[in-house]
Nanobody, 126 residues
């Protein structure tokens, strides 16, 4: 399935925006199920956004209307645009893929994803 590498994390003030990127080492972005997860200290990993082969998306309620997942098939890269950041968005953010020939219907169940990046830290201060 290749490697996934997140970038774009950092520090932000509440209300600001950040964009995360996830570059894949092999050409999986056009076809695989893809998602962003996050894990805050002392909390369980949370699925927050997913996208399928045809661009259909789903979001967790905690980020709906603030975060947008997208992908660039030509660049083999997944993105997460995060707007109106809140201190509770502070976490390590991971991208993940589900190995499949094609993906119809995005999903957020973490145990179905078999390829993970190492994560990037996002810290939001009030």
């Amino acid at each position: 399935a290749g490697r996934l590498a997140e970038s774009g994390g950092g520090s932000a003030q509440a209300g600001e925006s950040l964009t995360l990127s996830c570059a894949a080492s092999v050409n999986i972005i056009p076809t695989h199920c893809l998602a962003w997860f996050r894990q805050a200290p002392g909390k369980e990993r949370e699925g927050i956004a997913a996208i399928d082969s045809v661009g259909e998306t789903t979001y967790a309620d905690s980020v709906k209307d603030r975060f947008t997942i997208s992908k660039d098939n030509a660049e083999n890269t997944l993105f997460l645009q995060m707007n109106n950041l809140k201190p509770e968005d502070t976490a390590v953010y991971y991208c993940a893929s589900h190995t499949t020939g094609s993906c119809y219907g995005p999903f957020l169940q973490s145990d179905l994803y078999d390829n993970w990046g190492r994560g990037t830290q996002v810290t939001v201060s009030s």
